[in-house]
């Protein structure tokens, strides 16, 4: 069973800190990642997608892969309250066609 | 970003009847579509994955005869929950691919909540 792995939360920041999400997933042969923010009650919207190793920056979103190590992070430089909502990793598996595997989210709250 | 649409937004219906819920892509074609369920504080739940002209592909668990998706253009997947009960109240979001199918981005639909009396 292919797994994405997310802690819930909620990651508690302040204002104008960066908030740092991490995601884990359980199989090698994956080839595209993605971040989605959902606000509650509403569906998600696509933040980042990233496909290689290292650092893709949008903003003040910056994803991190790593693949050897089965990992992806998110990180919201400078968050804003408007930056409160469930953050939701997803992981497109090589030999799965298209569709996505999502993880559990992480609650994000950005205090003022 | 690509605009996909769905209605209703929100539907309340007795136990026993039939529920169908649109999904439209708006500025783009779409062959292949996909049906999402939530429970409150779970993720996204892939149901079923809905291909232009063919029968739909469903995961393991759900039931085809129960959740019938008719995908019959290019811009059109509908998902019908039939003789809905309680334990169907959910989140149902449908979300479409954009581009080559290793590299599109998928955009979600507005979602359409549920609520089984």
């Known amino acids: 069973q292919k797994e994405v792995e997310q802690n819930s939360g909620p990651l508690s920041v302040p204002e104008g800190a960066i908030a740092s999400l991490n995601c884990t997933y359980s199989?090698?042969?994956?080839?595209?990642f993605f971040w989605y923010r959902q606000y509650s009650g509403k569906s998600p919207e696509l933040i980042m997608s990233?496909?290689?190793?290292g650092d893709k920056e949008d903003g003040r979103f910056t994803a991190q892969l790593n693949k050897a190590s089965q990992y992806v992070s998110l990180l919201i430089r400078d968050s804003q309250p408007s930056d409160s909502a469930t953050y939701l990793c997803?992981?497109?598996?090589?030999?799965?066609?298209?569709?996505?595997?999502f993880g559990g989210g992480t609650r994000v709250l950005v205090k003022p | 970003g690509a605009v996909v649409s769905q209605h209703p937004s929100r539907v309340i219906c007795k136990s026993g009847t039939s529920v169908k819920i649109e999904c439209r892509s708006l500025?783009?074609?779409?062959?292949?579509m996909f049906w999402y369920r939530q429970f409150p504080k779970q993720s996204l739940m892939l149901m079923a994955t809905?291909?232009?002209?063919?029968?739909?592909?469903?995961e393991q668990g759900v039931e085809k005869d129960k959740f019938l998706i008719n995908h019959a253009s290019l811009t059109l997947s509908t998902l019908t929950v039939t003789s809905a009960h309680p334990e169907d109240s959910s989140f149902y979001i449908c979300?479409?691919?954009?581009?080559?199918?290793?590299?599109?981005?998928?955009?979600f639909g507005e979602g359409s909540r549920l609520t089984v009396l």
């Open positions: 979300s479409a691919r954009t581009g080559q199918s290793n590299t599109g981005e998928l955009f």
């Open positions: 199989d090698r042969v994956s080839q595209s």
């Open positions: 990233i496909y290689s190793n």
């Open positions: 997803a992981v497109k598996w090589g030999a799965a066609g298209n569709k996505l595997t």
């Open positions: 500025d783009f074609q779409a062959t292949t």
């Open positions: 809905s291909n232009e002209g063919s029968k739909a592909t469903y």
